[in-house]
Structure formats: structure tokens, C-alpha cells
């Protein structure tokens, strides 16, 4: 089986002269990419780094995103991706958690790494991508180092929460990546040489999985700073091809696309995931783009699990509703739905999904605790709550851990409730999901003040875009006197007051 380095760097050699990178006006062939991703590997070798080493990165999709993603394959360093618009504890959790000894950061995200050294003291160098980057990258050589390199290296540390709030990595070895990168192009269809992938999304999150089928395949990777819908929908048009998208990025595009001249005809898949999609915004997309969107559905641990391709997604099935699933098992997956005892339910029981994959994590980094309660005989527990039907279509219905997820971003009740509990006008506070008509749910704080307390909901938002950053605060903030609503056993009763937000809704999980 092939290394994700030997992967790029064959395609690098058979596609030498075809264009493989577009940013911007810049287009760069394969071999003018492969050189640059080279570069950049003797120069992170040049640091002191090691083969297996980690190294953070903090960046929009570029040029010099592809950069990193070539070169540290190249020299066998491991890839550690941070997530802009954070706050400098959560890039530090991350860094510190995996023991980067570098990180490369675009310079107009420097802010957010300010004071990263005190935070993670393992962390010996700063690479600051700026206007000398390019003189800086062209001053060492393009020659392979040609580290060796194991099947069963770590090749990339991605991070996600879980019910603390607190970011965990995952860690995929070359062959789970490999294997990963196989099953996000099973079901779609083929590849070949000259098509072209464009990412609106980050290549840091979910639309980073096809940059290598697309690599490998001799297809290109339009790289996007930013997601502007008109002129995804003028790319997409004029390139076809490929795009993964979550339901906010499909509803922008539907909201513009009366405004101009769209012809879809040269585009072979849109991918949704992310979040669920309501059933007005797929038929509406379905009409715009045609029978070229499927739905997905897996997690950072593993994925894809499940697919829907648009004949399964639109048809009718006598005992299902497609329209409402997140599609079906994949070939290579399995799925069961189990009982609070982990033993599996019949069909069309509701209970919690686990999962296993080729391409899963091995572990959750330096947690071996964690480890042992989320993998269990091969599986993951993912703390889904949902149900199969008897023709193996897969509904969400509930998450098991109370995550928010908001437009495709992640965020964690506790993370918010501990700020805001912070405050000493707070008796108590309690962060739960609310459907949200673009970004598909959000969070709402309901928050109980002391009586001499006078915090307003605008110093409740204040305090968590401080604290987390502008994308994790709620938006919508309730002040109430009365204590909060508990089970019989004394915990808050946090279904009970997320239930009036979700009245009259299909589902208890966002939609878009």
C-alpha cells in the first residue's frame, strides 16, 4: 500500500506538466508544486525537526497552504491544522497537547498565536508566512530528502472536542489516511486526469480530504481564501469538477443564484456534510446543480460512514424517508446502534451509533483514558444518538454529548457555560442548541443572575467572543431570575430547556 509522500510524489512525477494548483491568477503545474513543497521540507528539516516530529498551522487555503501540505508529507513531519478565528488558549491546548515543536502561521492570524510560547513551552520555532515568505522559501533547495517513511507513520493530528469543550487529537497513520482518501471517492464519480476540486471550505476541515484523490488522480485544486458565493458559483461554472460544501455554503450559493447566469453542466459532485441539511435547501440545490449532490455523514474520528448518492437521496423508498437521512453505510464501513450496555438495538431503534472504518483513528492523542472509553473492540462510540431502517438508510436524532454544530463549526455548551459562569453576576448558566434558519442550529445561553447582578445579554456575547473568539458565543442570550430546571437526581435538566427552541421541528438537529 502507498504512503500519502510516495502517493504525491508519483503523481507529482507521471503529471509533471498538467496544472495542479490554482489560487488566485497563479497556476502551477504539478512539478512547479512538488519543487515548492520541497523546498519547504528542507527548510522545516533545516529547523532541527525530525521525521515525526509535529508541526502547526494556522492559515486560509493558499498557495502556501499547499506548500505545507506537499512539503511536510515530504519530509515525514506530522501535520497538526489549527482553526482560525480561535482563541490563543485553544491554539495553545492544541499545540501543547501534541508537542509541536513549530508552527507556520500566516502572518494576518499572528494575533491570535501572540503569547503562544509562554503557553506551550515545547514549542521552539515560529515560522511567519509574510511578503519575504517567497524570497525566504526559494533560498533552500528543491532536492527530495527522502526521509524513510512507514505505512503506519502518523501522517496528520486533527483536532476535535469533546463534552469538555476541550480539544482532542486524532491521529491517522498514512494507511488510514490512504484508506480515508478511498472511501471519500468511492461513490463518487471517477476522477480523472484534468478535472478540478474547488475549496470554499478550509483544506484544514472537511474539504482538505479530497485534495489528495485529486493529487493522486491528476486532477487540480482551486484553493479559495474565503467563501464568496457568487464567484463560487462563477468557479464552479467555468471548472466543474468537484466541491465539498456544509449546508451554509449551499444555502448562500441558492440565495445569490437568482441574481446571475449559473450553468452547471461541466460539475460531477457537490459533497454536504457537516450538519444535517433541511429537505427545502437539498431539493432547492437539487434544482440549481442537478442529480450532482450526495450528503455524507461521519465524524473527525472517522469518516465517511455513511453516504447518500443524489439517486438514493431523491427517490422513494417504501419504509424510508431519504429526504431526512444522512444516507446510507458505506461499502467499507460498518454501523450498529447501541443501548446505554453497548449492545446493539433491532432496526429502527433509536440509541447510539458506532462505527469502524478502514481509515478511523488508532487513538485520541496522549489520552489513553479517552481512548479506551471511545474505541472499544475496533469501534468508535461516536455519541450520535440516532436509528437505521430496514433499508439501511441512517437518521440523526439527537447527540449524546449536547455538541452544537453551527454552520459545520463545532462548539461545546461547557466551553461557553465556563466563561460565562466566570462572572460574578452569574448564579448559573446553561448553553443549549436552537434551530437557526442559516447556520442550521445555534447556541442560546439562559442565564441566571444573582440578585444584585446586572449583566446584560451584550456583556454575555462580549465575554465569550473574548474568551473563545467571534465564531463561538451565542446569539441569543436569555436572562431569567428563576433557578434552573433539574432531574430527579440534581443535574441540570438541559433536554427540558433546549425542548421549547425545537417545538414543531422534524428533528432535534440542526438543519440548513
Request: aromatic share 4%; charged share 30%.
Given at each position: 500500500m502507498l504512503d500519502v509522500r510516495e502517493a504525491m510524489r508519483r503523481s507529482a512525477r507521471w503529471n509533471a506538466n498538467r496544472i495542479a494548483l490554482i489560487a488566485g491568477e497563479r497556476r502551477l503545474t504539478f512539478e512547479q508544486s512538488w519543487r515548492r513543497g520541497l523546498r519547504l521540507a528542507n527548510a522545516l528539516l533545516q529547523l532541527g525537526l525530525r521525521p515525526g516530529d509535529r508541526v502547526a498551522v494556522l492559515e486560509d487555503n493558499s498557495l502556501e497552504a499547499a506548500d505545507f501540505f506537499l512539503g511536510t508529507a515530504a519530509a515525514n513531519l506530522v501535520r497538526v491544522p489549527l482553526y482560525k478565528h480561535s482563541a490563543p488558549e485553544a491554539h495553545a491546548r492544541m499545540v501543547q497537547n501534541t508537542d509541536c515543536r513549530a508552527l507556520v502561521v500566516s502572518e494576518r492570524y499572528l494575533h491570535e498565536v501572540s503569547g503562544l510560547r509562554a503557553l506551550a513551552p515545547a514549542l521552539e520555532h515560529l515560522v511567519v508566512r509574510g511578503p519575504d515568505y517567497e524570497g525566504w522559501l526559494q533560498a533552500f533547495p528543491e532536492t527530495d530528502p527522502d526521509p524513510p517513511v512507514s505505512i503506519d507513520d502518523i501522517y496528520i493530528i486533527r483536532h476535535s472536542g469533546g463534552t469538555s469543550g476541550i480539544p482532542k487529537g486524532m491521529s491517522f497513520t498514512h494507511r488510514a489516511w490512504m484508506n480515508t482518501a478511498r472511501d471519500w471517492t468511492y461513490r463518487l464519480p471517477p476522477i480523472e486526469q484534468g478535472d478540478a476540486c474547488l475549496h470554499v471550505a478550509p483544506i484544514s476541515h472537511g474539504s482538505g480530504y479530497l485534495f489528495l484523490p485529486m493529487w493522486s488522480s491528476g486532477g487540480y485544486n482551486i484553493l479559495e481564501p474565503k467563501f464568496e458565493p457568487r464567484r463560487a458559483l462563477d468557479l464552479l461554472a467555468e471548472h466543474g469538477g468537484y466541491c465539498f460544501a456544509v449546508p451554509t455554503i449551499v444555502s448562500d450559493m441558492l440565495a445569490v443564484s437568482g441574481e446571475m447566469t449559473f450553468k452547471p453542466g461541466k460539475i460531477k459532485a457537490l459533497v454536504i456534510a457537516g450538519a444535517p441539511i433541511r429537505p427545502q435547501t437539498a431539493l432547492a440545490a437539487r434544482g440549481l446543480l442537478g442529480d450532482v449532490i450526495h450528503q455524507f455523514y461521519g465524524q473527525t474520528e472517522a469518516t465517511p460512514v455513511v453516504w447518500m448518492t443524489p439517486r438514493e437521496w431523491f427517490q422513494k423508498v417504501p419504509g424510508s424517508e431519504p429526504l431526512l437521512?444522512?444516507?446510507?453505510?458505506?461499502?467499507?464501513?460498518?454501523?450498529?446502534?447501541?443501548?446505554?450496555?453497548?449492545?446493539?438495538?433491532?432496526?429502527?431503534?433509536?440509541?447510539?451509533?458506532?462505527?469502524?472504518?478502514?481509515?478511523?483513528?488508532?487513538?485520541?492523542?496522549?489520552?489513553?483514558?479517552?481512548?479506551?472509553?471511545?474505541?472499544?473492540?475496533?469501534?468508535?462510540?461516536?455519541?450520535?444518538?440516532?436509528?437505521?431502517?430496514?433499508?439501511?438508510?441512517?437518521?440523526?436524532?439527537?447527540?449524546?454529548?449536547?455538541?452544537?454544530?453551527?454552520?459545520?463549526?463545532?462548539?461545546?455548551?461547557?466551553?461557553?457555560?465556563?466563561?460565562?459562569?466566570?462572572?460574578?453576576?452569574?448564579?448559573?448558566?446553561?448553553?443549549?442548541?436552537?434551530?437557526?434558519?442559516?447556520?442550521?442550529?445555534?447556541?442560546?445561553?439562559?442565564?441566571?443572575?444573582?440578585?444584585?447582578?446586572?449583566?446584560?445579554?451584550?456583556?454575555?456575547?462580549?465575554?465569550?467572543?473574548?474568551?473563545?473568539?467571534?465564531?463561538?458565543?451565542?446569539?441569543?442570550?436569555?436572562?431569567?431570575?428563576?433557578?434552573?430546571?433539574?432531574?430527579?437526581?440534581?443535574?441540570?435538566?438541559?433536554?427540558?430547556?433546549?425542548e421549547p427552541f425545537w417545538s414543531g421541528e422534524v428533528r432535534r438537529v440542526g438543519a440548513t
Open positions: 437521512s444522512v444516507g446510507r453505510p458505506m461499502p467499507f464501513a460498518r454501523l450498529e446502534v447501541r443501548d446505554e450496555n453497548n449492545d446493539t438495538v433491532p432496526e429502527n431503534t433509536v440509541g447510539e451509533l458506532a462505527v469502524q472504518t478502514d481509515g478511523q483513528i488508532n487513538q485520541i492523542w496522549n489520552e489513553p483514558r479517552l481512548t479506551a472509553e471511545r474505541l472499544i473492540d475496533g469501534w468508535i462510540l461516536t455519541g450520535d444518538i440516532g436509528r437505521i431502517d430496514e433499508n439501511g438508510y441512517v437518521y440523526l436524532v439527537d447527540r449524546k454529548d449536547d455538541l452544537i454544530i453551527s454552520g459545520g463549526l463545532n462548539i461545546w455548551p461547557a466551553e461557553l457555560e465556563l466563561a460565562i459562569s466566570d462572572h460574578a453576576d452569574v448564579r448559573e448558566v446553561a448553553v443549549v442548541s436552537a434551530p437557526h434558519p442559516r447556520w442550521g442550529e445555534t447556541p442560546v445561553a439562559i442565564v441566571v443572575l444573582y440578585d444584585h447582578g446586572r449583566l446584560t445579554e451584550a456583556d454575555v456575547i462580549a465575554i465569550c467572543a473574548k474568551r473563545l473568539g467571534d465564531l463561538k458565543r451565542p446569539s441569543r442570550v436569555i436572562i431569567r431570575s428563576e433557578v434552573l430546571p433539574r432531574t430527579p437526581v440534581g443535574k441540570l435538566n438541559r433536554k427540558l430547556l433546549r
